[in-house]
């Protein structure tokens, strides 16, 4: 099972962007989605996640200005980013929580990492 970050790049101030995380791996389900940041010389951050039913949570920092999104269909998860400040300057990286491949049942499943700077 692996999780694919795609999506990050350079951005001005109050720019959008969109990432996006495919899970591949002859996946059945997954539970929970999710993408986490982690800014130089801090700790990596919850940004959101999403269950397989939708119910989404979002740390207050980009509440209002981020969207988490999945489909399930393609085992793929979303990050709508909007008026983007410098302090979302990151590397950002999908999760899932639970992951079931045919039988077997993955726990704790990262992608690589996708760098996501706001600098004009």
């Known amino acids: 099972v692996q999780l694919q970050a795609s999506g990050g790049g350079l951005v001005q101030p109050g720019g959008s962007l969109r990432l996006s995380c495919a899970a591949s791996?002859?996946?059945?389900?997954?539970?929970?989605m999710g993408w986490y940041r982690q800014a130089p010389g801090k700790q990596r951050e919850l940004v959101a996640t999403?269950?397989?039913?939708?119910?989404?949570n979002y740390a207050d920092s980009v509440k209002g200005r981020f969207a988490i999104s999945r489909d399930n269909a393609k085992n793929t998860v979303y990050l709508q980013m909007n008026s983007l400040k410098p302090e979302d300057t990151a590397v950002y990286y999908c999760?899932?929580?639970?992951?079931?491949?045919?039988?077997?049942?993955?726990?704790?499943?990262w992608g690589q990492g996708t760098l996501v700077t706001v600098s004009s």
């Open positions: 999760s899932a929580d639970r992951v079931l491949s045919g039988t077997v049942q993955y726990l704790g499943v």
């Open positions: 791996g002859s996946i059945v389900s997954i539970n929970v």
């Open positions: 999403i269950a397989s039913g939708g119910n989404t």
